[in-house]
């Protein structure tokens, strides 16, 4: 393993230069944040060297919260700032080389929101551009031929509210937040203080770029797994060639800003679905479709009573759920009536692999997905009827036993099943005669 540099170099009295540039015109939400900034400023310098080309998101919620004036320190420091307001696509694409200038998106929100029309190849571009080797297609008709158009660049988006998670995934994020009495900030003149803000970046580019063979070769000790490493590997390897203390400080505004981030994420739509049906099943094995949907909707705070004209259907339902191969079955409850429903034991894997905070009460033996053999046993008999966790008494079925060890005497659980109109059955277990059922 190896060990970051501490002792300061050149570049580590540049970070500090930019740093204090940083903080006299813009007042961050925390040192960690102001460090990423930093940090993703001079990496620009030095994109040739990277396999990925990090995001940085800076986002509010309100106007007037210094997310623009960020962005001016962020154009006059950067390497080939590419401001993209009112650029056509194609002018975009065409500015995108093998060594890439930096793209600037002001109010972001206009690209990704509803009424983003024909931004939607600059959103393209945006996404693909995260790692090398993700071209853009094009033909040319006048050639006859397909051209292959780099996207790869580093790209700073600013605007208010959330980007969209494909953008969110790939970036440093900075959340802004609007002055409280007190904090001041020395006022930004173009005029003035932008000649200051290119020479240093000047100095950037000169110290980085001395040193290019060194940081592609670079393989950092990462705090950081997956595609935040990927994202967060050319600052820490900026910060390991400056040394001094900026190796400790990146680490931890890596740490420390993408615990936030999680701390903030609600999750993708599909996500929260799967959180909230936790809540909605409790302990119980088995929900109707009905049931399953009436509370989903009845959540205010929730995304699903406004999720449509009517809000959550059956439908809609059935679809957002496939996607982690969750689907439904008929159910015969304990009354003897039968309504299409869901099985707690199937959420299991989703529920372990998407929701990793959330309590997961997997009964002992339960496999972490549903077999194979008992989704045939469903689909030929048309009924669900047992939820996976034990066989009563009778010796395992082949078709329906996972293969895990069985109690010597197993018992028979006790299910509480919610049936169409919501109200709990008996503790009894339905029958497992499934030949005669209707």
Not at 391 to 417: I, K, Q, V, Y
Request: proline content about 9%; glycine content about 6%; charged content about 25%.
């Amino acid at each position: 393993m190896t060990t970051p540099a501490q002792q300061p170099s050149d570049g580590a009295v540049l970070l500090d230069e930019l740093h204090a540039t940083l903080t006299k015109f813009v007042i961050l939400p925390s040192p960690q944040a102001i460090d990423a900034v930093v940090l993703w400023i001079a990496a620009t310098h030095a994109q040739p060297a990277w396999a990925h080309a990090p995001r940085l998101v800076i986002r509010a919620p309100e106007k007037r919260c210094g997310k623009s004036r960020l962005l001016d320190i962020v154009e006059g420091t950067c390497h080939e700032p590419f401001l993209t307001v009112n650029a056509s696509p194609s002018a975009v694409y065409r500015s995108i080389s093998d060594d890439p200038p930096t793209m600037l998106v002001d109010e972001a929100d206009t690209i990704f929101g509803p009424d983003a029309g024909t931004n939607e190849e600059v959103r393209g571009l945006l996404n693909a551009g995260h790692q090398r080797n993700r071209p853009a297609k094009r033909y040319d008709a006048a050639s006859g031929r397909v051209e292959s158009i780099p996207t790869f660049a580093m790209a700073a988006l600013a605007g208010i509210g959330a980007m969209p998670d494909t953008i969110e995934d790939r970036a440093v994020i900075v959340r802004m937040r609007r002055r409280a009495p007190g904090e001041t900030v020395a006022p930004y003149r173009h005029r003035r203080d932008r000649p200051h803000l290119t020479a240093l970046a000047k100095r950037l580019a000169a110290w980085l770029r001395a040193s290019m063979p060194d940081l592609e070769r670079a393989e950092p000790d990462m705090p950081l797994e997956d595609r935040a490493a990927d994202t967060w590997e050319p600052l820490i390897i900026v910060a390991d060639h400056a040394g001094g203390d900026w190796p400790t400080r990146a680490r931890n505004a890596a740490v420390d800003l993408l615990a936030e981030a999680a701390d903030n994420d609600q999750g993708s739509l599909r996500t929260r679905l799967l959180v909230d049906c936790r809540t909605a099943f409790g302990d119980h094995p088995t929900l109707s479709t009905t049931e399953l949907l009436r509370q989903l909707n009845s959540d205010p705070e929730a995304p699903w009573p406004t999720y449509g004209k009517t809000g959550l259907n059956a439908a809609k339902l059935s679809k957002l759920l496939a996607e982690f191969d969750i689907r439904s079955a008929n159910v015969r409850f304990p009354d003897g009536t039968q309504a299409k429903g869901y099985q707690r034991a199937h959420f299991f894997d989703a529920w372990t692999r998407y929701c990793p905070d959330a309590p997961h009460d997997r009964p002992e033996g339960v496999p972490s997905q549903p077999s194979q053999a008992s989704h045939r046993r469903s689909e030929r008999d048309g009924l669900t009827l047992w939820d996976g966790i034990s066989r009563p008494n009778d010796e395992p079925d082949p078709d329906l036993w996972d293969g895990t060890s069985r109690p010597t005497a197993p018992s028979r659980p006790s299910l509480t099943c919610i049936g169409t109109a919501g109200t709990a059955g008996t503790d009894t277990p339905p029958s497992t005669n499934t030949k005669g059922a209707a």
